[in-house]
């Protein structure tokens, strides 16, 4: 089993930033495909950006791209996603996620392609 702890979210004005964490324990990470996802209230959770494996192949939300960048560290056993010139469109619980699936290096934007889930962090984005 694994377990992934989000941190990193709070309370931030529109157009300043945060840096959201993922540790994961129990097994190692560094053969997933992991992502982030979030889910604003009375909405459906989706996709906000993956990165692969391999760490070659990155793909992100139409709405975050060229604000947000994922990362990851597998010596931290870690991802990590910066957010930046924030929205308050973009407030909503973030979740990390792991895609487990041991066969391709591919960057899910799926939220049924992942087999773990964090709890989730809290960003909220004040206009």
């Known amino acids: 089993q694994v377990q992934l702890v989000e941190s990193g979210g709070g309370l931030v004005q529109a157009g300043g930033s945060l840096r959201l964490s993922c540790v994961a324990s129990g097994r190692t990470v560094s053969n997933y495909n992991m992502g982030w996802f979030r889910q604003a209230p009375g909405k459906e959770r989706e996709f906000v950006a993956a990165?692969?494996?391999?760490?070659?192949?990155?793909y992100y939300a139409d709405s975050v791209k060229g604000r947000f960048t994922i990362s990851r560290d597998n010596a931290e056993n870690s991802e990590y996603l910066q957010m930046n010139t924030l929205k308050a469109e973009d407030t909503a619980v973030y979740y990390c996620a792991a895609d487990a699936s041991p066969h391709y290096d591919a960057t899910p934007t799926s939220r049924f392609a992942y087999d773990y889930w964090g709890q989730g962090t809290q960003v909220t984005v004040s206009s």
């Open positions: 990165i692969s494996r391999s760490g070659s192949r990155i």
